[in-house]
C-alpha cells in the first residue's frame, strides 16, 4: 500500500501545487494556458519523439497490447454513443457525455503514473502506445461530436485532425525513427535529455492550474456515470481484451494505467469548438480528475497483488 501511495500521491500533489499556485495568484492569469500550449506544442512532442526513437522498436512495440486498448476504447465509445441515443440525449449533451467516457488524459496523467511506476522503460513502451492511441482516441473524438449532430463526418476533416495534432506528428516521426533504427547524434540526445525534463511536472503543473470548481456546473447525474465508465469500465473491458490475446507483464500493466486515465483535458475545449456542452464537458474533466486518485489506487494495488 505504501509502494501505491509513493507512485499515486506526488502526481496529484503537483496537481494539487499547479492549483495553490493559481488561487494564491503566484503567476498572472494567463499564465498556466501559455504553460499548456508550450506542454501540448512543444514539450510532449519532444518527449514523445525522444523515447519512442531511442527504443528498441522490435522489443518494446507489442501489437496484442495495441489491438487490445484500441478496441477498448471503441467498445467504450460504441456503448456510451448508444447509451445516449436509448436515452434521448440533446446534440451537444450526447456528444460531450460521449466523448467524456472514453478520452482519456493519457499524455498528461496516463504517462506520468506509468513513469512513477516502472521508470523509463516503462515510460518508453507507453509512449509507444501513445503514439498508436492518439490518432484513434482523435478518430474517435470527432465522430462522439458530430455523429450526435447528424454532421457528415469527411476524410478531410479527419486528416485535419492528424496533421494537426503535435503529438501525432511527433510519435509517427518517433516510430520511423525507432524502426528504421536511425542513431540519435550525442548533442541531440543531450539537448533532448534536458529538455524534455521539464514536460512531465509542467502537464501535471497546468492540470492543476486550470482545475477550478466553478467549471462543476454541468448535469451532474450524466458525469457521474461518464466518469464512472472511464475510470471504472474502460479499465476493466481493456483488461478482459488484454487476457483474452495473452497481454503480460509489464505491457498489461501499462495497458491498465493507461486505460485508467482520467477524462482529458482537450474534451472541454472541443467540445466548445464543435458546438457539444461545454458545461458538462468540464464538469466530467474535474469529477474524473479528482477520483482518478482513487481509482489509480486501485488500479496499483490489483498489479501488484499479481507482482506486476
Not at 507512485?7 to 496529484?12: A, H, K, Q, R
Not at 516510430?175 to 533532448?192: C, E, G, N, Q
Not at 456542452?277 to 489509480?296: K, Q, R, W
Request: aromatic share 12%; proline share 4%; glycine share 10%.
Amino acid at each position: 500500500m505504501l509502494n501505491v501511495i509513493e507512485i499515486v500521491l506526488p502526481v496529484f500533489l503537483i496537481i494539487g501545487l499547479g492549483y495553490a499556485i493559481r488561487r494564491l495568484r503566484l503567476v498572472s492569469g494567463e499564465f498556466f494556458s501559455e504553460v499548456n500550449t508550450l506542454v501540448y506544442y512543444v514539450c510532449l512532442p519532444l518527449l514523445l519523439f525522444y523515447k519512442i526513437a531511442g527504443a528498441d522498436f522490435s522489443t518494446s512495440f507489442n501489437f496484442r497490447l495495441v489491438l487490445a486498448t484500441s478496441a477498448g476504447v471503441s467498445c467504450c465509445f460504441s456503448i456510451s454513443y448508444l447509451y445516449g441515443k436509448w436515452r434521448a440525449f440533446s446534440a451537444p449533451v450526447h456528444g460531450s457525455f460521449c466523448q467524456g467516457s472514453f478520452r482519456g488524459n493519457l499524455a498528461y496523467i496516463g504517462l506520468a503514473i506509468v513513469f512513477n511506476a516502472y521508470g523509463d522503460a516503462g515510460l518508453t513502451r507507453a509512449g509507444i502506445l501513445l503514439g498508436f492511441l492518439v490518432p484513434v482516441l482523435n478518430i474517435f473524438a470527432i465522430f462522439a461530436l458530430l455523429l450526435p449532430q447528424h454532421q457528415q463526418t469527411s476524410s478531410r476533416k479527419i486528416m485535419k485532425q492528424f496533421v494537426s495534432n503535435p503529438l501525432i506528428l511527433a510519435s509517427l516521426v518517433g516510430l520511423a525513427w525507432s524502426y528504421f533504427k536511425l542513431p540519435i547524434p550525442t548533442i541531440l540526445d543531450r539537448t533532448l535529455n534536458i529538455a524534455t525534463g521539464m514536460t512531465l511536472p509542467l502537464a501535471l503543473l497546468s492540470i492543476g492550474g486550470s482545475f477550478s470548481l466553478e467549471k462543476l456546473k454541468g448535469d451532474i447525474g450524466k458525469a457521474v456515470i461518464a466518469t464512472a465508465m472511464k475510470l471504472i469500465f474502460l479499465p476493466l473491458i481493456t483488461g478482459v481484451l488484454m487476457l483474452l490475446l495473452n497481454v503480460s507483464g509489464l505491457d498489461f500493466a501499462i495497458g491498465l494505467l493507461m486505460a485508467g486515465a482520467p477524462t482529458a483535458v482537450a474534451t472541454y475545449i472541443m467540445a466548445n469548438q464543435m458546438g457539444a456542452d461545454g458545461d458538462l464537458a468540464g464538469t466530467i474533466v474535474m469529477m474524473a480528475t479528482s477520483f482518478s486518485a482513487v481509482s489509480y489506487t486501485l488500479l496499483l494495488l490489483f498489479l501488484r497483488s499479481y507482482g506486476i
